[in-house]
């Protein structure tokens, strides 16, 4: 069986995977601060990447898939995965990284597939790219990027954020000419689970197979909430059309894993069974 440990597994994508997989894989997460619940879990072990080295819990465990679902500091993220890269050299071990649509966000003109070249305007785009092209300088049955464009779904951040605002009756930002894709957390991590048994490789872009504007994304999503009139501000950053979506066309999964703008909208409404 499989041993995956998943590096920020208390995060929200990371504990969103751990759930998925856990009943299928022999699975374990870190987690950074004190929490009951994750101590007392003995499939989590407390991590801090900016005052630990990772390798004593690689080299305790021995993972044969490492998933990377870090977030925070990132001069501290560089140097965990400059450690993970290093030990899964001499093991037998996959990295599975969490990138973002954002290493494209400097073309602008067209959708991104996987292949494409990167370039990134934005610190959070510098830093993702850093750590792909370190990853693809290793073997690629050593790894799997995963781009992932905006994650939508009932208890997700975005979802959560946008209540709040509303609530609260401040503006909600919304980019009326950038085109973008998207996805659920829920079929996310079935990807990830069919990329996992099926030991898949290389360059994934997990997003919508359809696009829309940023502005009738967030307004179907409002409407779908039943949130009346919100208040939204309009965010002009060109004065065309932006693209700023990943698109699956080299490495594609099978057809019930994809998913649509629709599907996407759907699933911020949590549905009684």
């Known amino acids: 069986m499989k ?34 619940f994750y101590e007392k879990n003995q499939k989590f072990f407390q991590y801090d990447m900016e005052l630990e080295d990772i390798s004593i819990l690689l080299n305790n465990l021995k993972p044969t898939v490492i998933i990377s679902a870090l977030r925070g500091n990132f001069n501290s993220q560089l140097d965990t995965h400059d450690r993970l890269i290093t030990w899964i050299k001499k093991h037998r071990c996959k990295l599975i990284f969490m990138s973002s649509a954002n290493v494209f966000d400097s073309f602008s003109n067209y959708p991104s597939y996987e292949y494409d070249k990167t370039l990134s305007e934005s610190i959070f785009g510098k830093f ?16 799997v990027i995963a781009r992932v464009p905006m994650i939508f779904g009932a208890t997700t951040p975005r979802i959560q954020e946008l209540k709040t605002l509303y ?41 919508s197979t359809d696009l829309i504007y940023h502005l009738d994304l967030i307004t179907e999503i ?52």
């Not at 969103?16 to 929490?35: M, P, V």
């Not at 649509?260 to 069974?273: H, P, Q, R, Y």
């Open 3 to 36: 041993k995956i440990l998943i590096i920020g597994g208390s995060g929200f994508i990371g504990n969103a995977l751990y759930k998925e997989l856990n009943s299928y894989f022999d699975t374990y997460g870190t987690y950074r601060t004190d929490n009951p």
């Open 128 to 143: 993702k790219i850093k750590i792909e092209n370190a990853l693809m300088r290793l073997p690629t049955h050593k790894y």
């Open 167 to 207: 609530d609260l009756k401040v503006p909600i930002e919304v980019f009326p000419n950038v085109i973008i894709n998207a996805t659920s957390i829920s079929k996310l991590t079935q990807q990830l689970h069919y990329i996992i048994n099926r030991n898949k490789k290389g360059i994934f872009h997990l997003g």
């Open 222 to 273: 409002c409407d779908t909430l039943q949130l009346e009139d919100p208040i939204l501000k309009q965010v002009f950053d060109s004065n065309n059309d932006r693209y700023l979506a990943v698109l699956p066309k080299d490495n594609l999964l099978p057809n019930n894993l994809h998913t649509t703008t629709k599907e996407v909208i759907d699933s911020v409404i949590i549905k009684n069974s």
